[in-house]
């Protein structure tokens, strides 16, 4: 019985035919007009409503108060010393193996204890896994 329904469908259309069908991705079928006070974005991007000098005084989007305003940017001196050494470059493990362990500063000391357990826990690790 399957056989005398596959038949008509074969002399109708192929088989990438049939797939090219049910495998194309299609959109949901719109007027291409929005709907008066419908969400989304309208025709293209709008021009920004905030002037240049608005632009540079305020950190826009660091507000998380619901009823909160974005803060304004403060001059270099109100902000914290250590702020301005956050993106500075820690040495690596294998640079810190290089010095001598006993001349280190109390951070790098720090780093080179921290590093030194996280590879040394890695490599236990590792070997667990094979065995």
């Not at 049939?18 to 006070?37: L, Q």
């Not at 470059?89 to 951070?107: F, I, M």
């Not at 720090?110 to 490599?123: G, M, Q």
């Amino acid at each position: 019985m399957s056989t005398s329904l596959v038949k008509p469908l074969r002399s109708t259309a192929t088989f990438k035919e049939v797939i090219g069908v049910v495998g194309r991705r299609t959109f949901a079928a719109g007027g291409g007009k929005s709907k008066k006070g419908s969400k989304g974005g309208g025709d293209g991007p709008q021009a920004s409503l905030l002037t240049k000098e608005v632009k540079s005084t305020t950190v826009f989007g660091a507000n998380i108060l619901k009823d909160g305003q974005d803060p304004k940017i403060l001059p270099d001196s109100e902000y914290p010393d250590w702020l301005w050494h956050l993106l500075d470059k820690h040495p690596s493990l294998s640079a810190l193996r290089r010095k001598d362990v006993g001349s280190l500063p109390y951070e790098d000391l720090k780093r080179f204890v921290k590093l030194d357990n996280r590879a040394r826990i890695k490599e236990n690790n590792s070997m667990k896994a094979k065995t």
